[in-house]
């Protein structure tokens, strides 16, 4: 990766510009220049997928926070974890834009490039790159609500003023197209060297978007259940993920100089590791059952300040001693000092001993806190879940709602050795512990959306929890109302548009949040968060 990488820096650039004049001569033409004609799409396609699979700081800012899978005493997770915006935490709201849409442009890339030179060979890098690109458009109008999408990626070609469609038009398009990309792909044709996730296997591809149709289908629920149920059954006849081993997983390179190489990676950064944990909600739900993950994914730090600074030393993670840290707590001197809250497992005083935190538990070591672990994007867990909702509501979907999320909270268990294998829980504990905790009669909705919000959360797919979250509303969360904070003491259910759209766009940016409810802030919901 470190080197396909390297070579996109250069090249990726040149295929949007590289046309000299014709009294310019040759002399003037690099010709080792990456063209549109002699640049491999597979190498495009490989950047897209990163710029979509890793989601680093943008995720972990706000949307982890906010679902309250972590919890975090640093001032800039404030936003997240506080609701509280400051002048650095509004830049951060702009990433899933900036990164979603340079990824959708790298993507865009790949598809021109292998159109012009060879349609037919690179008939599935093209399909996969749309696949990508449908993910991407996704994330966007959930986090923003009316996005550009009819006129995105057409700055080349001199409109850089795009109009922003709205959600509902935005999602037609997308499950049209994305049924399109499926039925495209080939097994006969050319091989996708550059495909990350899958190695080119064509057949993943077709479960990977079939699953993704279920998970489009399935946020219309409220909005527009007619529609969500035609797609999410055509998406169960297509053919979704039918095991872990249909994982859609990216791999990361821990060789490639960057923290944020994996999502995870991020929280090599000092300050990010000794403060951040795992939530009081999200550890207090999983010890109310005896799940098996605890252990998986917690661990306790070995104390003193040096020991809960080294990110290389493994914690305890025994079940028993785990202990989440509370949501809207920070190191200052008032009442909001973690070392005043409830159950603070440091000394007395006022909490401004780091070292102390470490008695909270963290994302574990060997599991998470590495370079090159790995991304998990779509599951077959999170597609169980979905087929069990499905099914509670009637549709077909093949089986029931009960043994549909009994498969699902199998594979959520044992899924996670895909992390690493140090997460590996047994097939039989698996096995056992759903058969112990089946889905209950009249408690349907509340338990597969819970369980939902716990695999995104232990795979570190925060994005989708929230989205999840604010489509299902469960699980039910208490939020902080922390001094200062700008939702009114509720948490965000969007991001805030990128400032520069109000000066670069700003007649398409202002008809955009005419269209929101409350305007262009946290608070307000996009098209399908039905209210509750």
């Not at 949007?16 to 040759?26: A, I, M, P, Q, V």
């Not at 950064?269 to 550890?283: L, P, Y």
Request: hydrophobic residues 40%.
């Amino acid at each position: 990766m470190k080197k396909i990488l390297t070579y996109l820096a250069f090249s990726a650039v040149v295929i949007t510009s590289s046309c000299s004049k014709e009294d310019l001569g040759e002399t003037n033409t690099d010709p080792k220049a990456g063209t549109i004609t002699n640049t491999d799409p597979n190498f495009l396609l490989t950047s897209g997928e990163l710029g979509y699979a890793n989601t680093g700081y943008t995720q972990l800012l706000y949307q982890s926070m906010a679902i309250q899978g972590l919890a975090s005493t640093l001032g800039y997770y404030g936003n997240g974890d506080k609701y509280v915006n400051t002048s650095g935490t509004i830049g951060y709201q702009a990433r899933i834009w900036n990164e979603g849409y340079t990824a959708l442009s790298k993507l865009d890339q790949a598809i021109k490039v292998g159109t012009a030179q060879d349609a037919s060979k690179f008939r599935n890098v093209i399909q996969v790159a749309k696949i990508n690109q449908i993910f991407l458009f996704q994330r966007i109008a959930d986090a923003y609500g009316a996005v550009p999408f009819s006129e995105a990626l057409m700055a080349q070609a001199g409109n850089v003023t795009p109009k922003y469609d709205s959600q509902q038009a935005i999602y037609t398009a997308l499950l049209t197209n994305l049924q399109a990309a499926i039925t495209a792909l080939d097994p006969a044709a050319g091989t996708v060297t550059g495909d990350t996730y899958f190695s080119g296997d064509v057949a993943k591809w077709r479960k990977a978007g079939y699953s993704l149709m279920l998970r489009l289908a399935m946020r219309l629920t409220k909005v527009d259940p007619a529609t969500a149920k035609t797609w999410a059954e055509r998406a169960y006849t297509g053919g979704v993920m039918a095991s872990n081993a249909d994982n859609m997983i990216f791999k990361t390179d821990g060789n490639f100089d960057d923290t944020r190489n994996a999502s995870t990676g991020a929280l090599l950064v000092t300050d990010d590791f000794q403060q951040v944990r795992w939530s009081q909600t999200f550890i207090n739900f999983l010890k109310a059952s005896n799940d098996p993950r605890i252990s998986a994914i917690a661990e306790i730090s070995a104390p003193g300040a040096v020991n809960n600074k080294n990110s290389t030393l493994v914690g305890d993670n025994t079940a028993a001693v785990q202990v989440g840290m509370p949501n809207g707590y920070d190191l200052g001197e008032g009442a909001t000092n973690i070392a005043r809250a409830a159950g603070y497992p440091g000394a007395s005083g006022t909490g401004s001993d780091v070292a102390a935190l470490g008695n909270y538990s963290r994302p574990r070591v060997a599991v998470f806190i590495q370079q090159n672990a790995p991304i998990i994007t779509l599951s077959y867990a999170e597609t169980e879940y979905l087929l069990a909702e499905a099914a509670f509501r009637g549709w077909a979907v093949g089986a029931n709602a009960a043994t549909h999320y009994a498969s699902a909270l199998t594979a959520s268990l044992t899924g996670l050795a895909q992390i690493n294998t140090a997460a590996t829980i047994a097939d039989g504990t698996a096995a056992a512990f759903a058969a112990a905790h089946p889905l209950v009669a009249g408690q349907e909705l509340k338990m597969i959306n819970e369980q939902y919000w716990a695999n995104e959360n232990a795979t570190f797919s925060f994005i989708e929890s929230w989205s999840n979250w604010r489509r299902s509303g469960f699980p039910v969360l208490t939020p902080v109302n922390y001094t200062g904070n700008v939702t009114n003491g509720t948490i965000p259910r969007r991001m805030i548009y990128p400032q520069t759209e109000r000066t670069a766009n700003g007649t398409n940016y202002l008809a955009a949040v005419a269209t929101l409810t409350g305007g262009d802030f946290l608070t307000s919901r996009v098209w399908w968060d039905v209210a509750n």
